[in-house]
C-alpha cells in the first residue's frame, strides 16, 4: 500500500529537534514516516517509536521501516502517549514530533471520505473506528451541529449550514460526501461560493468532531512535556489557526515564569519556567517548499525545550 506523504518543513524540524544519534524519540503522527525516516537517519543506537492510529499508516510504517532495527511502530492515537509508551517501559524521551491534522494519504484517498471533491461515503475516521461522519451528520441536533460548524471550523454561516443539513436529512439520511457539499454550497451566499469550495470548513469542522482532534491534541501536548527529560524538545507542526492557539498557549504556559501580580515587590509564588522556546515565531514553509508542495502553505512549526 502508498501511504505518499510528502513531510512538510522537514528540515527546519529535523534541525530544531537537535537530534542525539543515541537518544530516544517519538513520532506521534507518523502518517507515511516522511519525518521518521529522517529522524532515523541521525540515530546509531537510539530509538525512534513511531505512533498513528491509521491502519494503512501503520501498514505502510511497517513495510518502510522493517529492515530497521531502531524503529518501533505502535498503533494507537497520540493523545494516549504516555499511555502507550509506558506499556513499553519507556518513561522518559529526548524529543517529541506532532504533524498535526489530516494526512495527503488520507485527502487523496476518495474512499475515506475526506475530501468534497470526490463522491465517497461520508466517513472521515482516521482511525477507521467510531462514530462516523455520516453518523454524525445524520443524529445531532441542530444546536449541536451548528455548534461544531462555527466552532471547529469557523464558518459565520454555520447556523443556515445546520438547518441545510437538518432539513435534507428529514427528506433523506445524508450519506456521501458530494451530498454534503451541495448542502453546504445551497446555504451560503452566492459570493462566498466564488471565495474558494464553500463546503472546506464545514468538512474541517465535522471532521474535527469525528476524530475528537482538538481533545487528543490538547492530551498529546501534555503526554509529550511530560515524557521529555531535561533538554528535550517538543516541534508540533499545525495547520489551521484552532491548533496551532492550543499549541502558542500550552508553551506559553510551560515558558511562563512567576505569575504574582506587578505590583507585589517580591515572588511569592514560587513558579519557575518549565520550558523555553526555541523560535519566539512559528517557523512557516518557504517558497522553494510551497512551489513543491503547496498544502505547506498553512503550516506552522513551533519547538519548545524543557528546562
Not at 110 to 125: Q, T
Not at 131 to 141: D, G, I, K, R, S
Not at 259 to 265: L, N, R, S, Y
Amino acid at each position: 500500500m502508498d501511504f505518499s506523504h510528502i513531510p512538510v518543513l522537514l528540515h527546519e524540524t529535523i534541525e530544531g529537534m537537535a537530534i542525539r544519534e543515541n537518544g530516544i524519540y517519538v513520532d506521534g503522527t507518523a502518517g507515511g514516516g516522511g519525518h521518521s525516516g529522517e529522524i532515523l537517519k541521525h540515530l546509531t543506537t537510539g530509538k525512534l517509536i513511531s505512533i498513528d492510529q491509521d491502519p494503512d499508516a501503520i501498514f505502510a510504517l511497517t513495510q518502510k521501516f522493517k529492515n530497521n532495527e531502531n524503529a518501533i511502530i505502535i498503533k494507537g492515537n497520540f493523545g494516549n502517549m504516555k499511555d502507550l509508551l509506558e506499556l513499553r517501559g519507556v518513561r522518559r524521551v529526548d524529543g517529541v514530533l506532532l504533524d498535526i491534522g489530516v494526512s495527503s494519504h488520507q485527502l487523496d484517498t476518495a474512499s475515506r471520505g475526506f475530501s468534497f471533491h470526490e463522491d465517497a461515503p461520508l466517513d472521515m475516521r482516521m482511525s477507521r473506528s467510531g462514530m462516523t461522519a455520516e453518523e454524525l451528520v445524520n443524529t445531532l441536533p441542530y444546536e449541536e451541529l451548528r455548534r461544531i460548524i462555527y466552532t471547529y471550523g469557523e464558518e459565520r454561516y454555520a447556523p443556515a449550514i445546520a438547518k441545510g443539513i437538518i432539513a435534507a436529512r428529514e427528506q433523506a439520511p445524508v450519506t456521501t460526501t458530494l451530498q454534503l457539499a451541495e448542502i453546504v454550497k445551497e446555504n451560503v451566499p452566492q459570493r462566498v461560493r466564488r471565495d474558494g469550495h464553500p463546503a472546506r470548513k464545514t468538512f474541517q469542522a465535522i471532521r474535527i468532531a469525528v476524530n475528537d482532534e482538538l481533545n487528543m491534541l490538547v492530551r498529546g501536548l501534555d503526554d509529550a512535556f511530560k515524557l521529555l527529560g531535561k533538554g528535550g524538545r517538543l516541534a508540533v507542526i499545525t495547520f489551521h489557526s484552532l491548533e496551532d492557539r492550543i499549541v502558542k498557549q500550552k508553551m506559553a504556559e510551560w515558558c511562563q515564569g512567576c505569575t504574582c501580580p506587578k505590583d507585589f515587590p517580591v515572588c511569592v509564588c514560587g513558579n519557575k519556567p518549565k520550558a523555553k522556546l526555541i523560535a519566539k515565531k512559528p517557523v512557516c514553509a518557504n517558497e522553494t517548499e510551497l512551489e513543491q508542495n503547496p498544502r505547506a502553505r498553512s503550516a506552522k512549526l513551533r519547538i519548545c525545550e524543557k528546562i
